[in-house]
C-alpha cells in the first residue's frame, strides 16, 4: 500500500492520560500535516513538516501537543494530559514539492482519539 | 488570512441530475483550490484541483469545477448525479505566496436521492 497510514486507527483513553499517534506518509512525500477534524466541520490546521523541519503550527497547539519528524519520514502527534475536548478524529496528510504537477495533499484514514 | 466558505449546510439532488455544490474563498494572493470527498469515518479523498491554466478543470468519478477569479469562486459540478456520490464535500485553499497548509470550508453533505 503506498499510500498515507495512520496508527492506531481508534484510541479510547481516560482523562488526563498522554497519547501518541503515528503517520507514514507517501514514501516520496518530503511534507506532512497534522489536521484536526470534529463531528460536522472541516479538518483544522494543526502543524506542517518540510522534511524533518516543523516550518508551522497552529495557535490551535496548545503546549499539550507536540509533532515529531525525526528523519524526515515518519512522523508522531503527542497530547499530554488530554482533555474530554481533544476529541476529535486526528488526520495526517502528505505532499510533495518536488513535482511541481503536484500540489494535492493526500490523507490517511485518520486516528479517532475519544477521552473518556 | 485565508478562508473558505460552503454556504449550504446540506444540498439534495434526485439521481440523474444535475449538481452544484458552492464554495468561495479569500487569500491574499493567488490562490491553489482543491475538492476532497470524505465518506462516513475515512479521510480525505482527493477530487480535483486548480492550479493555472484553464478555469475548468475535471477530476474523478466526473466532477468538475470552474474557478472564477472575479467572483472568488470555485463551485463543485456533476452533470448527473448518482446516489454513490452522497458524501461529506470539502473545498480547500492553500495561498501559493504565503504558507503550506490548506485551509478547509466547513464541507457541504450531499445527500443524493434515487
Known amino acids: 500500500d503506498t499510500g498515507v497510514s495512520q496508527d492506531p486507527r481508534h484510541k479510547i483513553t481516560k482523562r488526563g492520560q498522554n497519547v501518541t499517534f503515528r503517520c507514514d506518509p507517501i514514501s516520496e512525500h518530503n511534507r506532512l500535516y497534522w489536521y484536526r477534524q470534529t463531528l460536522g466541520q472541516g479538518p483544522e490546521f494543526l502543524t506542517y513538516?518540510?522534511?524533518?523541519?516543523?516550518?508551522?503550527k497552529s495557535r490551535l497547539l496548545s503546549d499539550r501537543f507536540s509533532a515529531e519528524r525525526p528523519k524526515g519520514s515518519f512522523s508522531t502527534l503527542e497530547i499530554q494530559r488530554t482533555e474530554q475536548g481533544d476529541s476529535a478524529m486526528y488526520l495526517c496528510a502528505s505532499s510533495s514539492d518536488r513535482d511541481r504537477s503536484h500540489h494535492e495533499a493526500f490523507f490517511g484514514q485518520g486516528t479517532r482519539l475519544t477521552v473518556v | 488570512a485565508q478562508s473558505v466558505a460552503q454556504p449550504e449546510d446540506q444540498v439534495n439532488v434526485a439521481e440523474g441530475n444535475p449538481l452544484t455544490v458552492k464554495c468561495t474563498y479569500s487569500v491574499s494572493g493567488n490562490p491553489y483550490l482543491f475538492w476532497y470527498v470524505q465518506y462516513p469515518n475515512r479521510g480525505l479523498q482527493f477530487l480535483l484541483k486548480y492550479i493555472t491554466g484553464d478555469n475548468l478543470v475535471k477530476g474523478s468519478y466526473g466532477f468538475e469545477a470552474e474557478f472564477n477569479k472575479s467572483q472568488t469562486s470555485f463551485p463543485l459540478k456533476k452533470p448527473s448525479a448518482l446516489v454513490s456520490d452522497s458524501a461529506l464535500y470539502f473545498c480547500a485553499v492553500r495561498d501559493r505566496n504565503y504558507g503550506q497548509n490548506f485551509v478547509f470550508g466547513p464541507g457541504t453533505r450531499l445527500s443524493v436521492l434515487p
Open positions: 513538516f518540510q522534511n524533518e523541519a516543523q516550518l508551522e
